[in-house]
């Protein structure tokens, strides 16, 4: 799972139909066991498409997406957010959401 710059990200808004964006930041505990969940994720679902961001450097996008806690799973469909998961409980379930379309 590479980590995504916002340039990156609204690269991805504009021309991928459907992504998946973890965002986290370095200091929360919570967010260095999803991550850790997330990159088991990434290997058992090679077909998706999973960025992963460090929250701090994109003010703007929080704001706009309205993220209320990290770590914060969000699923973007043409270009908006159509859903954010904030309860990471484990690895079968993230394989399970990230399996529906």
């Known amino acids: 799972m590479k980590e995504w710059n916002e340039h990156e990200i609204d690269t991805h ?5 459907e992504f998946w964006l973890y965002l986290f930041t370095p200091m929360c505990g919570t967010c260095q066991v999803a991550s850790k969940m997330m990159t088991v994720v990434a290997e058992l ?5 999973i960025g992963k961001s460090d929250l701090n450097y994109l003010p703007k996008k929080a704001i706009e997406w309205q993220i209320e806690s990290v770590p914060c799973l969000i699923h973007v469909k043409e270009g908006k957010v ?20």
């Open 45 to 49: 679902l090679p077909y998706v498409i």
């Open 82 to 101: 159509a859903q954010k998961y904030y309860a990471f409980h484990s690895v079968p379930y993230l394989v399970e959401i990230l399996s529906k379309k």
């Open 13 to 17: 808004l504009t021309n991928t139909g």
